[in-house]
C-alpha cells in the first residue's frame, strides 16, 4: 500500500505560480507511474501531467503544458508540481496519484490522495 499526501496548496493571483508536493509512505513509489489530477467544484476529475517510474518520461494535458512542470524525487519518495502563470481556471482540488501504468486515465491510478486546494484570483 502506498499512502499520498499533498502539500503546497493556497490562494494566489491571476499570473503568479504554485509549487504542490506529494510525499508517498507506505512503500516506495519508484516503480510506479505517478500523475497530478485536479477537480473543480461541478467538473468531472481532470488529468494535468504524469511521469513514469524510471526514465522521467511526462505527459501534460493541453492546459498545463507550457505552464507546469511535474517532477519526483524517488530518493525523497516525492512528487512535485510546479504551476506557473496561474489562471483562474487551474483553481480546483489536486490530487497526487500512483499507479502502474503510464496514463492520463485517472482509471488506472491506485493510489490517490486527499488533494490541496489552489485558488487563483483575478
Known amino acids: 500500500q502506498v499512502q499520498l499526501v499533498e502539500s503546497g496548496g493556497g490562494l494566489v493571483q491571476a499570473g503568479g505560480f504554485l509549487r504542490l508536493h506529494c510525499a508517498a509512505s507506505g512503500r516506495p513509489a519508484s516503480d510506479l507511474a505517478m500523475a497530478w489530477f485536479r477537480q473543480a467544484p461541478g467538473h468531472e476529475r481532470e488529468f494535468v501531467a504524469a511521469?513514469?517510474?524510471?526514465?522521467?518520461?511526462?505527459l501534460y494535458s493541453d492546459s498545463a503544458r507550457g505552464r507546469f512542470t511535474i517532477s519526483r524525487d524517488d530518493d525523497q519518495n516525492t512528487l512535485s508540481l510546479h504551476m506557473a502563470r496561474l489562471s483562474r481556471e487551474d483553481t480546483a482540488l489536486y490530487h497526487c496519484?500512483?499507479?502502474?501504468?503510464?496514463?492520463?486515465?485517472?482509471?488506472?491510478?491506485?493510489?490517490w490522495g486527499q488533494g490541496t486546494q489552489v485558488t487563483v484570483s483575478a
Open positions: 496519484a500512483a499507479g502502474p501504468l503510464f496514463t492520463a486515465n485517472p482509471q488506472a491510478y491506485q493510489y
Open positions: 511521469i513514469t517510474a524510471t526514465e522521467g518520461v511526462t
